[in-house]
């Protein structure tokens, strides 16, 4: 199965975002260190895009989600994304420690 990672605008703005706060809080090897751990895991995502936990949302749009842990020294952090026919969608990039379902829609 060969798979387009597509990272969506919202999760775009979520590792930017990150990324300026570990450039303000950590300096810019931790913020790279960061973008760097996302590519990583995307990379692997691609190959095994089942590996992550499919998540049981109410609202029609967000089923079907996936997630798994960031790692490499960002595992608070948490990517959901979708497996299409043909695509990897990323949809968004959170923090372990926010309120998923508040962001999300309620979870069964």
Request: hydrophobic share 45%; net charge positive; proline share 4%.
């Amino acid at each position: 199965m060969n798979l387009t990672l597509r990272v969506f605008p919202e999760a775009e703005a979520d590792l930017r975002k990150q990324h300026h706060w570990y450039l303000d809080a950590a300096g810019e090897a931790v913020a790279e260190g960061f973008i760097a751990a996302f590519r990583l895991r995307s990379a692997e995502l691609l190959r095994n895009p089942h590996m992550g936990r499919l998540r049981r949302f109410r609202p029609v749009k967000l089923r079907g989600l996936r997630s798994v842990i960031l790692r490499h020294r960002f595992e608070q952090f948490v990517v959901f994304y979708r497996v299409t026919d043909a695509t990897l969608d990323v949809v968004k990039v959170v923090h372990g420690a926010r309120d998923q379902p508040k962001l999300s829609g309620d979870e069964d």
